[in-house]
């Protein structure tokens, strides 16, 4: 898939997260609209993945885990859209008897989901033990994971990092959602990650920065991030992007980490984002 | 009374490192994650033996769930060890979030539990564990009574699909129980039959039972002694055909009141067949420095304790 065509994926997954979020009447549009751009490079360019024969082991094959469980409505978009379940399934996120859970559920059974996530912290723990396995099982794939910046301030996540430099944990490629905005505020007034690229590097991580709303750097960037695994270090890509990206009223506002638009707020956000694959 | 000859004194974290030992022999899938204990835990003959499935985690018990998650996710059988308060206090949400509502295969080995840890004092004696783990959906509750079965116990947690917590003990203890015992989780073992009271036990809290079954012998009192070795899933088929026979109970552990053996058998039997029961147990305190036989008369975890306790509960038939 080129870049126009993943463009054109990711605009669909936005109005689809606004959808999903307006219909539930509750959940998180604007980490969700920040990392659409990532979650779609990722599925249908940079990962190999066999949607139609998922497994929660995921022999052979790359492996995700989203560790900032409450972005879900972008993952359960990209993941319905590259063919893991019914598009039509996306109207049921958070409502009673759905296998959409408000934050991601292994119980629910949805194809794609190998973990629970929502206590911030634990995903790259998690994504560093299926790593680990593959390694002893000489499986080559590769492991990716996500977090929002905000989720750095968990202890968990350091622990992890220096483990994963100290076992040489190579096989494994963490993204982080540098939007710089938190329930309360920016992460700078709220406690600042400080140098977020030297924090890494210090702990041992191969780190490569990009501009995470942009689908030709993000393409890149995880090109970048591949040819960089296997080599004795664990890698982190630094997704700067923007809290709410592709909306103008949400755009950069922490504001909007939690809440869901009204039907005249969906309105306007649609207005901005244009139909490119068909709304379920 | 049946006679319980003393065959050994061995420590049951020792049972579990020989029992994780076997069990990795049958198993090339088990994996273990230690959190800077490995001797403590007596996890170095698997160390040892199987180096490139030992992961030594260092001080970060967080990060060491979630890693056993992600091993358990991709197929591995993750034994996880340090000290119980380690293995559940301090992450508790990593087990409730990436082992139990993720129903992973993980197998959380927790050692030096209750208050028979000794001198390290109240810190890291922990008297929660059971409580905290029997709470999580899924989550299997397992505690053995000496070296011998708790050997048995890991072969047997090596051999079950599902999360599962460990416990067990750091001092000597006597060994009763012989190899040739069966041990199935979620089935209570009858050690000794008898009509007027049932007591039931768990840990190293048995062999008191059995001693006290001796001394309530000679007063007359002709006690039935089950060894509760799984906490979760209770056998209520077992409690409850014994208690409808002798009609009063005594529980025995070494935990706290709360979220314990009692807490579990009281609601069982309100539900089902209310009869008096008395506990032997920690009344909500903290523990403290001392030896371990020093605590335990202490704060009661004796056979005279159990004694008492029965003689209460016929009173109150």
Not at chain 1, 71 to 88: E, F, N
Not at chain 2, 44 to 51: T, V
């Amino acid at each position: 898939m080129n870049v126009k065509e993943l463009q054109d994926v990711a605009a669909q997954v936005r109005r689809d997260v606004l959808r999903m979020i307006n219909g539930a009447k509750s959940g998180h549009p604007g980490g969700s609209l920040s990392c659409t751009d990532y979650l779609t490079a990722l599925y249908f360019k940079e990962m190999n993945v066999d949607p139609s024969h998922f497994t929660i082991e995921g022999k052979d094959e790359d492996i995700f885990y989203l560790s900032n469980g409450h972005v879900c409505p972008a993952w359960y978009s990209v993941l319905a859209r590259r063919g893991y379940y019914p598009v039509s399934e996306l109207s049921t996120l958070r409502k009673i008897g759905s296998r959409l859970q408000g934050h991601p559920s292994l119980s629910h059974k949805l194809p794609g989901i190998r973990s629970a996530s929502g206590s911030l912290g634990q995903g790259l723990s998690v994504g560093i033990g299926h790593a680990l396995a593959k390694k002893a099982d000489n499986d080559d794939s590769l492991v990716f994971t996500l977090h929002g910046d905000g989720e750095l301030q968990e202890g968990q996540i350091w622990e992890a990092a220096m483990f994963a430099a100290s076992k040489h944990v190579d096989n494994i490629i963490a993204a982080i959602d540098y939007n710089h905005q938190q329930i309360d505020g920016t992460i700078e007034d709220v406690n600042s990650l400080g140098n977020l690229s030297e924090k890494w590097t210090a702990f041992g991580w191969h780190v490569i920065n990009i501009n995470g709303n942009n689908m030709l750097e993000v393409v890149t960037g995880l090109e970048q991030a591949k040819s960089a695994a296997h080599k004795g270090q664990p890698v982190v890509i630094i997704l700067n992007t923007k809290m709410g990206f592709g909306v103008d009223f949400m755009y950069d506002s922490h504001k909007w980490h939690g809440v869901a638009p009204n039907d005249e707020q969906l309105a306007n956000a649609l207005s901005q984002i244009p139909e490119t694959l068909g709304d379920y | 009374m049946k006679d319980f000859p003393i065959l050994d004194k061995k420590d049951t974290r020792s049972g579990f490192g020989k029992g994780l030992y076997e069990a990795a022999l049958k198993n090339p899938n088990i994996v273990a994650l230690c959190a800077d204990l490995t001797g403590s835990v007596k996890m170095d003959e698997f160390a040892k033996a199987f180096p490139d499935r030992f992961y030594q985690m260092g001080i970060a018990e967080a990060n060491m769930i979630g890693v056993a998650a992600g091993l358990a996710t991709a197929g591995k059988i993750p034994f996880t060890g340090t000290f119980a308060n380690f293995s559940t206090a301090r992450v508790f949400d990593q087990i409730r979030q990436a082992v139990a509502y993720s129903n992973k295969n993980v197998k959380i080995c927790a050692s030096h539990a209750g208050i028979t840890l000794g001198e390290d004092g109240a810190t890291h004696q922990t008297l929660e564990d059971i409580g905290m783990m029997k709470m999580l959906p899924g989550m299997t509750v397992v505690v053995p009574c000496d070296y011998e079965q708790t050997r048995l116990a890991t072969l047997a947690v090596a051999e079950y699909e599902g999360p599962v917590y460990l416990r067990f003990g750091r001092p000597k203890q006597v060994v009763f129980t012989t190899a040739a015992q069966d041990f199935v989780i979620g089935k209570a073992q009858l050690l000794d039959v008898g009509r007027d009271i049932s007591i039931f036990a768990t840990g190293i809290m048995v062999w008191e039972a059995i001693q006290a079954c001796k001394k309530l012998e000679e007063m007359g009192i002709d006690a039935e002694i089950i060894n509760i070795h799984t906490i979760k899933p209770l056998d209520n088929h077992a409690i409850l055909n014994s208690v409808k026979k002798t009609g009063c109970v005594v529980t025995a552990e070494e935990h706290q009141i709360n979220g314990g053996l009692c807490d579990s058998i009281s609601q069982l039997l309100c539900r089902e067949y209310p009869v008096p029961v008395e506990a032997v147990a920690i009344f909500d305190q903290w523990g403290q420095s001392g030896t371990p036989d020093e605590l335990m008369k202490l704060y009661n975890l004796t056979s005279d304790a159990i004694v008492n306790a029965a003689v209460k509960a016929i009173q109150r038939k």
